[in-house]
């Protein structure tokens, strides 16, 4: 089993719907993170997370909410799709080192 | 604020010797990373950089100069399989030293 699950791993919906990404890990990690990746523009941090009262904003949190519901859980919520929140998402958990592990990543297609 | 520069894309021949380079500037430098990305897969790490030098580990090596804010990647005796996008990623002290931040990746491309 992956040390960091993600689900959906695809998804395509609407414009104005509302979607929530999962993320589990069982590295028994603190810090947690949800990236979105679109092509030429790499991997960028939408919000991370050190601990279950901790949410900190990353370089493009508009249009996007997090939820951090237990050390090993933390999801990423979009209120109101639109269209150019079309992207790969992946969430990561690290414990302090820096390296980041990976979810295998949800793909996002918003119409 | 942080600013992360890598080549787009980079070509190479199977067996030979690539050298992929990031500079970057951040107000607070707190280690550098390298991860590699196969087409629709999760990104992987590769190296770590928090002082000057070179840190070798098998056909893979990075360089740092925090004075120069350059890095570069070494890929020795290229292999097809080495064909991905590789990240370059850098953080800083702000907030716990919990921001890690990614450059755009160069995709590389190994050739017969």
């Known amino acids: 089993d992956a040390d960091v699950t993600q689900t959906p791993r695809n998804r395509i919906t609407k414009t104005g719907k509302r979607i929530m990404l999962e993320c589990s890990q069982t590295?028994?990690?603190?810090?947690m993170y949800w990236y979105r990746q679109d092509p030429g523009l790499g991997l960028r941090l939408i919000y991370y997370?050190?601990?279950?009262?901790?949410?900190n904003k990353g370089e493009i949190s508009d249009g996007y909410s997090v939820s951090r519901q237990a050390q090993a859980k933390f999801s990423l919520s979009l209120e109101s799709a639109i269209p150019n929140q079309t992207a790969l998402y992946f969430c990561?958990?690290?414990?302090?080192?820096?390296?980041?592990?990976f979810g295998e990543g949800s793909r996002l297609t918003v119409l | 604020g942080q600013n992360i520069d890598q080549p787009t894309e980079m070509t190479a021949t199977e067996g030979a010797i690539v050298q992929i380079n990031c500079t970057y500037q951040?107000?607070?430098?707190?280690?550098l990373f390298w991860y590699q990305q196969h087409a629709g897969e999760a990104p992987t790490f590769l190296s770590y950089?928090?002082?000057?030098g070179l840190e070798e580990k098998g056909r893979f090596s990075s360089f740092l100069s925090r004075s120069k804010g350059y890095s570069y990647l070494l890929l020795k005796e290229l292999q097809m399989k080495d064909s991905a996008s590789y990240l370059c990623?850098?953080?800083?002290?702000?907030?716990?030293?919990?921001?890690?931040?990614f450059g755009q990746g160069t995709e590389l491309s190994v050739k017969p």
């Open positions: 997370s050190f601990d279950v009262k901790d949410i």
């Open positions: 951040t107000s607070g430098f707190n280690g």
């Open positions: 990561a958990t690290t414990s302090g080192t820096g390296e980041l592990f």
């Open positions: 950089n928090v002082l000057d």
């Open positions: 590295k028994g990690h603190d810090r």
């Open positions: 990623a850098v953080r800083d002290h702000s907030n716990q030293g919990g921001k890690l931040i």
